[in-house]
């Protein structure tokens, strides 16, 4: 029986997003016993489905302290953690969630590492993308779920119907309403002006217009929701409301939110946990992405979901950066966000949004694949989903994310000009046989090396200049225009132990092996997409 360490320790939204995963992989991984580490407070996401066998929950009072510590001590508050396992797979990806995957014992692991390494090593190949992605995010089309998905040797199929709730549930959701004044004259559309994180959440007076316009103009009745934390946020955009509407912002926990959204027909949010908890209840989202949020990554899991996307040069913010002129969030006009719900909720034929430096998404899971949010006309097909796209059907072929997609590739790429399409894998063959070059020169190099170190000491002065090519080789490598690739190829160079020098050789002609194998794939990809353009 294999034993699997899942790791997660991380917000609501991101605990949501890990069900399907769990539901997959008991699907294929048939027979496993499956441990589950998350946060105490959000294990009520988790115990109401059956795809794990045991639940670690840690106190988000205990694992807020760790950052910057080392908290040996709480290894054995979890004998748990201390077993062997045969796989243990970190979608916590900081330094806690490494601390946990460094020192649990495990065969293989997927993820974030920290143990000798202070700065900590990413394991797995599909791992290593999802980590180069963040530092070119634009390139990646790859939702969470199947990135993590790929990271437990998963592939990436549909999953749905993935979190259950209870019939109680829905008859309190309903009986709170009432209580909250709920007339049931009409469709009830939920909106969630807070989030997690205040510079993604769209300013509140906006809010308050689109539902103004929504309530003017049709029999609807709108629910606000949030956490007592938002309460601040809420009110703010009942000051701009012209009718009155249902408030349970901060009167709701997990049991209540999900009995309060199956009453509702569609639910218009920031980028935060509550969009994630009605998609898995099977309710029609409405997103607003800008700032930091970006769509292809975070966005709700599941078909049929509506992101609206800020796609300014700028954006989105690199994760590890607060803008001092937050302009994006701009580019989401109360137009836009009013027709994309009316048309999400049958009011208008076609999709009639537009802004400058605005893009619509829906989502939807290719045959048998991954999912992807793609343009909902194709006005919205820019050159920027074009690059990520391009990038998806490379690294989808490469890591096994999506193997099959590429045969797809003409219905994927319909929106585009095949001149268009054509010069972009121009670049992109431009740029991979550069690399190609690099890492076969390496690879050679490396070849030397072994060679030398298995001769006499007298050719050991022979390594000095095979290692200032190297270094060359890096060099251009890293002053390369950024890209996944670069990002990727550098998390492969980090794993090489310098410390040990005598296997460092080996070590490296497996990176560069590696590397090699990515291009190449990439190279023949090129040229089936080019022959099915006719080019």
């Known amino acids: 029986m294999e034993r699997i360490l899942i790791i997660q320790l991380t917000r609501m939204g991101d605990s949501v997003q890990t069900l399907p995963v769990l539901k997959l992989l008991k699907r294929q991984r048939t027979g496993s ?122 592939c990436p199929e549909p999953v749905r119907s993935y979190m259950h709730i209870n ?56 629910v606000l929701l949030g956490t007592g934390g938002e309460k601040e946020l809420a009110q703010a955009m009942q000051s701009h409301l ?31 946990g509550t969009i994630h908890m009605a998609a898995a209840a099977g309710v029609g989202t409405v997103g607003l992405f800008f700032s930091t949020a970006y769509f292809a990554e975070t966005a709700p899991y599941g078909a049929g979901h509506a992101v609206l996307q800020s796609e300014l040069p700028c954006s989105p913010c690199h994760l590890d950066q607060m803008c001092d002129n937050p302009i994006c969030g701009d580019a989401i006009t109360v137009d836009a966000v009013e027709a994309v719900v009316e048309k999400m ?35 919205f097909a820019s050159e920027r989903f074009l690059r990520g796209l391009v990038g998806r059907l490379l690294w989808g072929t490469a890591l096994g994310f999506a193997p099959n997609e590429s045969a797809l590739a003409g219905s994927l790429l319909g929106p585009y000009r095949p ?41 050991m002065g022979q390594l000095v200049s095979i290692n200032d090519i190297l270094q060359t080789i890096e060099a251009a490598v890293l002053s390369s225009e950024d890209s996944i690739l ?11 132990d310098c410390n040990r020098p005598l296997e460092l050789v080996g070590a490296m002609s497996d990176a560069y092996a590696r590397l090699i194998s990515i291009v190449e794939s990439f190279g023949a990809s090129i040229e089936r997409l080019r022959s099915a353009l006719g080019g």
């Open 345 to 379: 909720l049958g009011y208008r034929p076609s999709w009639e949004a537009y802004s400058p430096g605005l893009s619509v998404y829906i989502s939807n899971f290719t045959p048998g694949g991954p999912l992807l949010y793609a343009p909902a006309e194709p006005r």
């Open 242 to 272: 012209e009718f009155p509407v249902i408030d349970l912002v901060g009167k709701t926990g997990i049991s209540e939110l999900v009995g309060v959204l199956k009453q509702c027909s569609l639910l218009v949010s920031n980028d935060t």
């Open 33 to 154: 016993n499956v441990t589950l580490l998350c946060v105490k407070e959000f294990s009520g996401i988790f115990s109401r489905t059956p795809f794990f066998d045991r639940l670690v929950a840690l106190p988000a009072i205990d694992v807020a302290p760790m950052r910057g510590e080392v908290p040996f001590q709480k290894l054995s508050d979890y004998p748990e953690l201390l077993e062997e396992y045969d796989s243990v797979i970190n979608l916590t990806h900081n330094w806690v969630g490494g601390f946990f995957c460094g020192n649990a014992g495990g065969r293989s692991k997927s993820g974030l590492v920290n143990s000798d390494n202070p700065i900590g090593q990413v394991k797995f190949d599909q791992a290593k993308y999802l980590f180069a992605s963040q530092k070119c995010r634009i390139e990646n089309l790859f939702n969470i779920v199947d990135m993590h998905s790929a990271m437990a040797g998963l």
């Open 486 to 496: 670069k990002y990727y190829h550098m998390l492969q160079m980090a794993d090489l």
């Open 419 to 459: 001149d268009s399409v054509l010069a972009k894998l121009g670049e992109l063959s431009e740029r991979n046989s550069a690399c190609i070059n690099w890492y076969s020169q390496a690879a050679r190099l490396l070849k030397q090396a072994t060679r030398v170190c298995a001769g006499p000491p007298s050719g």
């Open 167 to 222: 019939e109680n549930e829905v008859r309190d959701g309903d009986a709170l309403l009432l209580q909250n004044g709920l007339r049931k004259k009409g469709r009830l559309i939920a909106f969630q002006p807070g989030a997690n994180m205040i510079h993604r959440a769209w300013p509140p007076e906006r809010f308050a217009a689109v539902a103004n316009r929504l309530l003017r103009r049709h029999e609807i009745e709108i």
